[in-house]
């Protein structure tokens, strides 16, 4: 996607020097544009723990470029499978919930277990990281022609008024390689001139919607609102919500449904209202091995400061503040799971099916657990 008129994706190699990683830093947005490098295992398991980088797409495509970074310090050490199973418990080990990050690591484990020299296996690792960025890209602009029909019927039904879309979190271009899940239809949308307004939930404790997803919608154009968490259930009461769409960090191959904190809440309130919730997702976010969401998805536990503190910008710069006592405390779950029959339906790659097994499989028939890269 495009910012101050240059396109960018959210991850590249950097130019003459292919050792290198680059990313936008995503702490900074959206008061600063800033480009972070990353030249070793350590500093990309860093940037995905400290949130430099987020979101499953984007999380899946940089433990790809760090499986590649891997390979490279591997053929340096004296023990090159030794170093290369301890960046891959390293990287997984960094968040849980997405399922995108153990599918790229074991993606190249994988590979370059079958290249026969080190040099072979760079090459494999670097294909691969390639191969899954440029993946994770396009399966998201064909999330966007997918979910395009289902906003112009919206406003088909509305006599060209605005479809006013919620979103929660940030399922944008940022947390993928480029074009977002969620906002990939809203994109095509607004680009055919399809009036679309956008509430953004904050997304309390981090706030990727007030920074990150109000920050690209206004880089594209896109009209939005931002509103506390809490106000979505108000604004579907009074017929202000046409449809929902999240993102997903995992979705179960039974369809249930494992997104940012809160986004059950939503999918509670669209089914008491009859809003249709739905969730985009690239079919890199199915766990294929998972039935049960609730049982069975991990949820992420970060820093309760996260919660007890709020950071925004000031006239002299970045500034952190407690917002609560200071003796108490907090606790921050990360993710929640939306069972499947509050899900209206999923917008894939391959297009729309119903959250539920059948569907899905019948969608996705080939899936193993690689998704759709040729073993
Ligand atoms: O904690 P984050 O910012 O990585 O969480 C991101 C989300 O929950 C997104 O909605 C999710 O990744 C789905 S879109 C990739």
Same mark, same amino acid.
């Given at each position: 996607?495009?910012?101050?008129?240059?396109?960018?994706?959210?991850?590249?190699?950097?130019?003459?020097?292919?050792?290198?990683?680059?990313?936008?830093?995503?702490?900074?947005?959206?008061?600063?544009?800033?480009?972070?490098?990353?030249?070793?295992?350590?500093?990309?398991?860093?940037?995905?723990?400290?949130?430099?980088?987020?979101?499953?797409?984007?999380?899946?495509?940089?433990?790809?470029?760090?499986?590649?970074?891997?390979?490279?310090?591997?053929?340096?050490?004296?023990?090159?499978?030794?170093?290369?199973?301890?960046?891959?418990?390293?990287?997984?080990?960094?968040?849980?919930?997405?399922?995108?990050?153990?599918?790229?690591?074991?993606?190249?484990?994988?590979?370059?277990?079958?290249?026969?020299?080190?040099?072979?296996?760079?090459?494999?690792?670097?294909?691969?990281?390639?191969?899954?960025?440029?993946?994770?890209?396009?399966?998201?602009?064909?999330?966007?022609?997918?979910?395009?029909?289902?906003?112009?019927?919206?406003?088909?039904?509305?006599?060209?008024?605005?479809?006013?879309?919620?979103?929660?979190?940030?399922?944008?271009?940022?947390?993928?390689?480029?074009?977002?899940?969620?906002?990939?239809?809203?994109?095509?949308?607004?680009?055919?001139?399809?009036?679309?307004?956008?509430?953004?939930?904050? +997304?309390?404790? &981090?706030?990727?919607?007030? $920074?990150?997803? @109000?920050?690209?919608? !206004?880089?594209?154009?896109? =009209?939005?609102?931002?509103?506390?968490?809490?106000?979505?259930?108000?604004?579907?009461?009074?017929?202000?919500?046409?449809?929902?769409?999240?993102?997903?960090?995992?979705?179960?191959?039974?369809?249930?449904?494992?997104?940012?904190?809160?986004?059950?809440?939503?999918?509670?309130?669209?089914?008491?209202?009859?809003?249709?919730?739905?969730?985009?997702?690239?079919?890199?976010?199915?766990?294929?091995?998972?039935?049960?969401?609730?049982?069975?998805?991990?949820?992420?536990?970060?820093?309760?400061?996260?919660?007890?503190?709020?950071?925004?910008?000031?006239?002299?710069?970045? +500034?952190?503040? &407690?917002?609560?006592?200071? $003796?108490?405390? @907090?606790?921050?779950? !990360?993710?929640?799971?939306? =069972?499947?029959?509050?899900?209206?339906?999923?917008?894939?790659?391959?297009?729309?099916?119903?959250?539920?097994?059948?569907?899905?499989?019948?969608?996705?028939?080939?899936?193993?657990?690689?998704?759709?890269?040729?073993?």
């Amino acid at each position: 996607m495009k910012v101050n008129g240059r396109h960018f994706r959210t991850i590249w190699l950097k130019e003459n020097d292919p050792r290198v990683v680059q990313v936008i830093d995503q702490r900074a947005l959206p008061h600063r544009f800033v480009i972070a490098e990353i030249k070793t295992v350590k500093q990309a398991a860093a940037a995905i723990r400290d949130m430099l980088v987020r979101g499953a797409g984007l999380i899946g495509a940089t433990a790809g470029y760090a499986m590649y970074l891997a390979a490279l310090e591997a053929s340096r050490s004296t023990d090159f499978e030794a170093k290369l199973f301890q960046a891959a418990g390293e990287l997984k080990a960094t968040r849980p919930t997405a399922v995108n990050l153990a599918r790229s690591v074991d993606l190249q484990l994988k590979r370059l277990a079958l290249a026969p020299t080190p040099e072979a296996k760079i090459a494999a690792a670097l294909g691969t990281a390639m191969q899954i960025a440029d993946e994770d890209a396009e399966f998201c602009r064909r999330i966007g022609e997918h979910g395009l029909g289902l906003i112009q019927r919206l406003s088909k039904n509305k006599n060209g008024a605005p479809v006013h879309i919620l979103t929660h979190c940030n399922a944008g271009w940022l947390a993928f390689v480029d074009y977002g899940s969620a906002t990939a239809p809203i994109y095509a949308a607004h680009d055919l001139g399809v009036s679309v307004h956008v509430w953004v939930d904050e +997304t309390r404790p &981090r706030s990727q919607g007030s $920074k990150l997803t @109000a920050w690209e919608l !206004g880089e594209h154009g896109v =009209p939005h609102t931002i509103i506390a968490d809490n106000t979505g259930g108000h604004l579907m009461q009074h017929g202000m919500v046409d449809m929902v769409i999240v993102g997903t960090d995992r979705t179960t191959c039974t369809g249930d449904v494992a997104n940012k904190i809160g986004t059950y809440l939503k999918a509670l309130a669209a089914k008491d209202n009859g809003v249709p919730f739905y969730v985009a997702l690239p079919s890199s976010s199915f766990d294929w091995k998972l039935r049960d969401g609730l049982s069975e998805i991990p949820i992420e536990e970060r820093d309760s400061d996260e919660v007890r503190f709020a950071d925004g910008w000031h006239d002299d710069g970045h +500034t952190e503040v &407690r917002v609560c006592p200071e $003796k108490s405390s @907090a606790a921050n779950y !990360g993710f929640d799971v939306t =069972p499947r029959r509050l899900v209206t339906g999923l917008i894939t790659e391959r297009g729309l099916c119903e959250a539920n097994e059948e569907s899905i499989r019948s969608l996705f028939p080939d899936l193993a657990g690689f998704a759709a890269i040729a073993e």
